[in-house]
């Protein structure tokens, strides 16, 4: 077993490769051993190597005497919803989300759905199965592994409980479910809705990913972008959602088939449900911030900068009591969604607000496209992790290179700075705002530096400056994964 698939918030690897079914019936004994579950609930993704893991989970818990709620073929959204409704001790889903078909892993989760990260103790399931510390350990063999349990209706009522479905007005919607589970799940919810789905892609589950350019099912990719950009233009939509493979995710394209940026999402829903419940705490990540900060701070709220990743949020969410949350990946989380992601509710709120405000979904972010633009994220690889860390120190080291004024913002994930060019507008709260921003981050998930560069009303800036970073990445050996949104074809 490869050490390394023991991520910052999940388990990751390519199957096979990395690790072998076995490790995943090790690892399950050592869950066991760690947490002293009771009952834990087990579900798994569309892979086509998913049923032979979760088999071997299943039969790690059991032979430890954990009992086992079978979930089936599941999103991750819905395992947290399970652990909470039928109160289990933990619970563990099959998947490797986003990753091409060779991928698989698992992410775990405790009581009341409270992500299980290396800080909470991941990485001790690693080192008991590297020490091999539960060879000796008697099997219990006191259950039998049941049969799945239905629970999509009870899942659709919470989903249903956001808002009031038959409040929503006339809208045609194209949907990308990227061969997961999203495309069945949204056809349910909305079939007593006045909207329409007037285009699918990808609505099968297929764990090949075989139909999906490259086989990766990300919406992020430039090429499945332009898929649902295309099918929002041939068929006129009002919008468009996409989701990745484990449904966890959900992204956004106007009516002109124009993709929206995470940081946009998060403000806009940040700004309704502040309206709705009043002042509270919302948490965003540190990638691309003015947006959704003075989205905040308009509607009465308290700006939280946190560290990305689903877990870290999850766990600042329940220090703090906030209300919402939303990282620039597309994860998007709710209180009264016991504090974690969903892949669905975002769809539901932001038809809702658009309804509600008689307005389309381009008018609702163009101001914010022209006030606080944004380069999206830009992916460098490098050829080692040691060359990768390398040009992460070189860029701090030489941050006066990058611009005059640099403000190094206290640090949070990666490297953020602030540049001021000269004039220095004034935000919400009152506080000097720089110019143009840039976080740069080494990702949880993937041996990549990610870049995201922000500026204040000036696209001019943002794309001198990102090309300005991108280059000098380049010349320490990193290689661009992806395209500037202005880049021609």
């Not at 091409?100 to 992500?115: E, I």
């Amino acid at each position: 077993m490869n050490r390394d698939i023991f991520r910052a918030y999940d388990i990751r690897g390519i199957f096979g490769v990395d690790f072998q079914p076995a490790d995943f019936y090790q690892i399950a004994r050592a869950f066991a051993d760690r947490f002293q579950p009771k009952i834990v609930a087990l579900g798994h993704d569309v892979r086509e190597s998913s049923p032979q893991l979760w088999r071997q989970v299943a039969e790690g818990l059991v032979d430890s005497g954990v009992e086992v709620l079978n979930l089936g073929q599941i999103s991750t959204d819905m395992l947290y919803f399970a652990v909470v409704h039928y109160q289990t001790d933990a619970g563990i889903v099959i998947s490797a989300s986003h990753n091409p078909a060779k991928y698989n892993g698992m992410k775990l989760v405790r009581r009341h759905a409270a992500p299980i990260s290396a800080d909470t103790g991941l990485f001790d399931l690693r080192n008991a199965v590297e020490n091999g510390i539960l060879s000796e350990k008697e099997k219990i063999h006191c259950h039998t592994i049941p049969e799945p349990i239905p629970f999509l209706d009870a899942y659709l009522t919470h989903l249903s409980s956001f808002t009031d479905l038959q409040t929503l007005s006339n809208k045609r919607i194209v949907i990308n479910a990227n061969s997961g589970l999203a495309g069945q799940i949204a056809e349910r919810l909305l079939a007593e809705t006045p909207i329409e789905v007037c285009e699918r892609l990808f609505t099968q589950p297929d764990g090949t990913f075989s139909k999906i350019p490259a086989g990766r099912p990300d919406p992020l990719r430039p090429e499945n972008r332009e898929l649902t950009t295309q099918a929002v233009k041939q068929t006129k939509a009002d919008l468009a959602v996409a989701w990745d493979a484990d449904a966890d995710r959900c992204f956004f394209f106007d009516e002109n088939g124009a993709f929206v940026e995470g940081c946009y999402i998060t403000a806009l829903l940040a700004e309704k449900l502040l309206q709705e419940k009043g002042e509270r705490t919302v948490i965003f990540d540190p990638r691309a911030v003015w947006a959704v900060e003075n989205a905040v701070v308009s509607a009465n709220g308290t700006p939280l900068l946190n560290r990305c990743g689903h877990s870290f949020i999850k766990s600042r969410m329940q220090e703090t009591d906030a209300l919402f949350a939303g990282e620039a990946s597309g994860h998007y989380y709710f209180k009264d969604n016991f504090y974690t992601d969903n892949g669905m509710i975002p769809l539901l709120l932001i038809l809702e607000y658009l309804s509600a405000n008689r307005t389309s979904l381009a008018e609702s972010v163009n101001r914010l496209r022209c006030e606080y633009p944004v380069s999206g994220e830009i992916n460098f690889s490098f050829e080692t992790e040691c060359h990768l860390r390398d040009a992460m120190e070189v860029v701090q080291q030489q941050i006066y290179a990058f611009g005059n004024h640099p403000c190094i913002e206290t640090p949070v994930d990666g490297l953020s700075v602030r540049f001021h060019t000269g004039f220095r507008p004034l935000a919400a709260n009152g506080d000097r705002l720089g110019n143009w921003r840039f976080n740069l981050r080494e990702s949880n998930t993937e041996p990549l530096l990610r870049l995201n560069v922000e500026s204040i009303g000036s696209e001019d800036l943002l794309i001198e400056q990102t090309m300005r970073i991108s280059e000098k990445l380049e010349s320490l050996g990193g290689r661009r994964e992806t395209k500037f949104r202005w880049e021609k074809e």
